[in-house]
Structures are given as C-alpha cells and as structure tokens.
Nanobody
C-alpha cells in the first residue's frame, strides 16, 4: 500500500496549487482521506477530510472557503485544491487514509500516510 503526495511548490501569495494523493494497493474511495500539514517548529495540523463512500467533507477553520478536498474514483486519487494561498499556509502537506467512516482530526486514527509535499507561499 502506498500513498504518493505530489503537486507542491513555490507560489506567490494569492496564488493556487492543487495537491494530489495517488493511492496504490488500496481503493481510496473505501477509505476516509484527510490532508494534514506541518510547518517547521509546529505540530501537525489536520486541515481537510473527505469521508469514504461519500462526498461528505470537513475543513479546519484556517482553510475553510479557500481549500477544497475531492476524490476521483477512476484515478484512485484524492486532491486538495488550494486557492488564495497565504504565507502562513507554508508547510509540508501530507495525505492520510483511514478505514473508519468518519473524519478524525487525530493523526493516530490514520493507517496510511503519504510522504509529504512541500508548499511554500512567498513573494
């Protein structure tokens, strides 16, 4: 089983990026998938979740209205569309998958993790 996160990079404030989380060895639609992020010197932060077998989503207040999580069953991939990026969004972003049907903000609830992709928002 592998989750491969990609799509990070350097973007100016106000810009957009789309992160991808490609799964192999599991059917991502059967897992609740979340995105977390961790900036240097800070704790890992849960930011978005899409529940398994449905399109129900939840967001942290810090990204609500700017970020959108989605899933493409045909590509076995989850996405995080990030708009209106701010310097405080700079972090390593991780995707994670859990077998439970509800969203959890606790990273220990997730069995599978991607390797992380760096997002830097700077002018």
């Amino acid at each position: 089983v592998q989750l491969q996160a990609s799509g990070g990079g350097l973007v100016q404030p106000g810009g957009s990026l789309r992160l991808s989380c490609a799964a192999s060895g599991l059917t991502l639609a059967s897992y609740t998938t979340s995105w977390f992020r961790q900036a240097p010197g800070t704790e890992r932060e849960w930011i978005a979740c899409i529940r398994r077998t449905s399109t129900g989503t939840e967001y942290a207040d810090s990204v609500k209205t700017r970020f959108t999580i989605s899933r493409d069953r045909t590509k076995n991939t989850a996405y995080l569309q990030m708009n209106t990026l701010k310097p405080e969004d700079t972090a390593v972003y991780y995707c994670a998958a859990a077998g439970r049907g509800i969203c959890s903000r606790d990273g220990s609830s997730y069995r599978y993790w991607g390797q992380g992709t760096q997002v830097t928002v700077s002018s």
